[in-house]
């Protein structure tokens, strides 16, 4: 059976998905985004000198990355608004990147995963927007899914 996408009704238009019939499940999705910076940058960030008039760099991440994940279904059209249990932002500085993951939870009738998804890319545009003066170079690549469970279709990226 070919595949068709969820948000187009039968006469072709934009529609949101009901979700009335579905049963309540714990729904968990995991995203990621990867920060690539410069060499001065990460010379501050191992030197514990990434403050920046706006505040701590990674603190003000993880807290920009939870407040977007609340406010997901404001940004993407269809999406329904959740309740979110949980939502953990976690950022590792590893070699010249900086990897950021987002976990969010609920227990509901859909999925969690754009929730994720946003958390860890405006963690990762907050990252470039408090270090863009001190280098432009800064690349956000990467920003996916890897993982869902708790609905119709679970998923899990291989690494």
């Keep these: 059976m070919k595949k068709q996408f969820t948000h187009i009704d039968a006469a072709g238009n934009p529609s949101m998905v009901d979700v009335s019939e579905k049963q309540n499940t714990r729904r968990v999705a995991k995203a990621e985004a990867v920060v690539i910076l410069g060499k001065e940058i990460l010379a501050q960030i191992k030197s514990n000198e990434l403050i920046t008039k706006k505040g701590p ?52 009738k859909t999925g969690v995963e754009m929730e994720a998804l946003t958390a860890a890319s405006v963690a990762a545009l907050t990252v470039y ?6 280098s432009h170079t800064i690349v956000i690549e990467k920003v996916k899914l890897m993982s869902k469970t708790g609905g119709k279709r679970d998923f899990i990226r291989k690494k």
């Design 129 to 134: 927007d408090m270090c863009k003066a001190l």
């Design 57 to 108: 760099v990674f603190q003000t991440a993880i807290i920009a990355g939870v407040m977007a994940a609340k406010k997901t279904h404001e940004l993407i059209p269809f999406c329904h608004p959740l309740a979110l249990e949980d939502c953990q932002v976690r950022i590792e500085v590893v070699k010249t990147k900086v990897v950021i993951t987002a976990e969010a939870t609920i227990t509901g």
